[in-house]
């Protein structure tokens, strides 16, 4: 399992294609010091995109605070490339309830059969389920009010989505459920966050296991 924590924030300012290629360039990134070297084509390939669309996601990404951008420029046999550095940028504060949020995606993702936007869509509605759960309470217009895109266009999307046996919707409970738990990873909150806002050194990644469940020294989640 290969999986990633994602910038809720891409959720309120990004199109879901563009949620897709951030997803991408975060697969393309340290796990530890979320840096990342790939190269325009590289992840153009990687996200089944033209370069000139990395380009201009990638320009978006920077202007919404989303990475941070060093650019390198080399001379060689009197010819100049430029290549950059990109740097992942998280907001890592503690919200009201004590705890840091953020939700997990594996790289299976990837390799579903199905569009980019329907990809990052998915990816919007991961992000606000409710926390720790694949489970998001919204209507379609509140859906369409606190994401970057309209009400006719989330519900186009949920469509698909239930269609291909990506969502359940629960018209009496007015609540839709994400059913790839092998994708839409649930890390349970427990007394580890807890202990990570108190004393971060004492908890590493390294704690979790592929579902971002907690393992305990007796080996237990």
């Known amino acids: ?50 370069t000139s669309t990395i380009q201009r996601h ?11 951008i060093d650019r390198e420029t080399n001379i060689k046999n009197q010819l100049i490339f430029k290549k950059n550095h990109y740097t992942l940028l998280y907001d890592f504060s503690i919200h009201d309830d004590g705890f840091v949020h953020w939700v997990m995606i594996d790289e299976k993702l990837v390799e ?24 998001c309470g919204y209507s379609i217009r509140a859906l369409a009010d606190t994401l970057s895109i309209g009400k ?17 919707r629960n018209k009496k409970k007015k609540n839709i459920t994400l059913l790839r738990d092998d ?27 592929s579902k971002g469940h907690y393992i305990s020294s007796r080996g237990t989640t």
């Open 58 to 68: 990638i320009s978006k990404f920077f202007d919404e605070g989303l990475i941070w």
């Open 183 to 209: 994708i839409f990873i649930i890390a349970r909150e427990t007394d580890i966050h807890k202990l990570r806002n108190f004393c971060a050194e004492a908890v590493c990644d390294e704690d979790y296991d």
């Open 152 to 168: 006719s266009m989330v519900d186009r999307y949920l469509q698909q989505a239930e269609e291909l046996g990506y969502i359940k």
């Open 1 to 50: 399992m290969n999986y990633r924590k994602l910038n809720n924030r891409i959720a309120e300012v990004l199109s879901p294609s563009e949620c897709y290629t951030y997803f991408c360039l975060t697969l393309k990134s340290d796990y530890e010091s979320l840096e990342s070297n790939v190269k325009e084509e590289t992840l153009a390939e990687y996200a089944g995109v033209s």
């Open 112 to 135: 579903e059969p199905i569009s980019n936007e329907l990809k990052g869509f998915l990816i919007m509605l991961k992000i606000k389920c409710l926390n720790y759960t694949n489970v």
